[in-house]
């Protein structure tokens, strides 16, 4: 039997065309259980390959003959060699090239909307971090917010489109991953925006994103303005773009709020949380769509694999909006909070550019889920 | 402590350091001790977690340079 080698990006539709698949996860069960390929219809078989290594009989009777089996690693090695001894069993299997690695790597851009005059809205979906990011493009600029690390992604899809990228922003010093902001901006000489609350220590130059900051988009006008909007971090700007869309970075999410903890000032933040949700995100019209910078499960992506839901269904169903009680909305997002992001300590460090890892360095410091929630 | 064997997996993917492991483990007895070194991440989790279904115990463990070195004691 033949060993097929499947890219993220096919794993990727997969997970957003909804389909069926079975994943055989080598890893150790540490990490399978911290982190894996998330699907609406994907089961899963958790052996770790060193355990296998004399032989691959045993598992045989669990592995579906109906669906696609597909193996997985941290980097490949143990799946092409887990996958190959399957395959002399007679099994057809796939391997994920470049394994978890990969995964967490893959961006995924999908177009969330047309605006007026040609211009468009894509919302880059990183399905293995659930980390999003954002590009408005019209007539022929873009702008780019919360740009992940794999700066070519943006700077490729933007010359794809035929567009000046001019317009950089990040809407906080992100703790879970490192930024592509300031490389996007430096490549294309496009202005690179941070809220100054949240920059008091980079060590690089960039132009103060705050409150009420407007810029446009083209000539038709896409307005893109800042609403400052502290909680996860004291500087954390949200963005309406063409009076539509709702950026909320790491403030309010679909599913689950943000956790106000991750530059170590829960209990001085808490306030700023709840006045954002309670009070400035309730002036704003509710037919604009959220578009967060994260999802954290799999149930939170529409059938078109897009993250956004307008802002009044979630006043409605998002339990992070509902808590009436300030002591109750204090003790829900400073105790019992998830495990902080892996290396979110480090991670802020290269966001602010005072320490510059190496590529492999970086993948191993943004191993993991985001964990920016508190639900 | 008398180390019976060195195993050098320096520079080797995984899943080669864990398949040299366990193939050196098998050429010792029980009780005696194996040095494994290795450079792959990824066995930092992977030789104490593999040591563990095996019943094996890790009775060292350090890092030197970027070189992570195991002591196993065969069970």
Redesign the interface.
Known sequence: MTVNKWTAAKVARKVIDNEELFILDVR????FNDWKIEGHKFEYLNI????L?DGVEEILPKLPMDKEVLVV???E??SI?VAEMLSEEGREVAYLEGGMKAWSSYLEPIKVADLENGGELYQFVRLGKGCLSYMVISEGEAAIIDAVRFTDVFTSFAKVKGVEIKHVFDTHLHADHISGGRQIAAATGATYYLPPKDATEVVFDYTALTDGLHVTIGSSQIDVNALYSPGHTIGSTSFVIDNQFLLTGDILFIDSIGRPDLAGLAEDWVGDLRETLYSRYRELAVDLVVLPAHFMIIDELNEDGTVARRLGDLFKQNHGLNIEDEEEFRRTVTDNLPPQPNAYEKIRQVNMGKITPDHDEQT?MEIGPNRCAVR | MNITKTLDAKGLACPMPIVRTKKAMDAINTGEVLEVQVTDKGALNDIPAWAKSGGHSIINQREEADVIIFHIQKA
């Open positions: 150790n069960p540490d990490a770790p390959y060193f355990e290594l690693c941290a980097k090695g143990s060699m191993e």
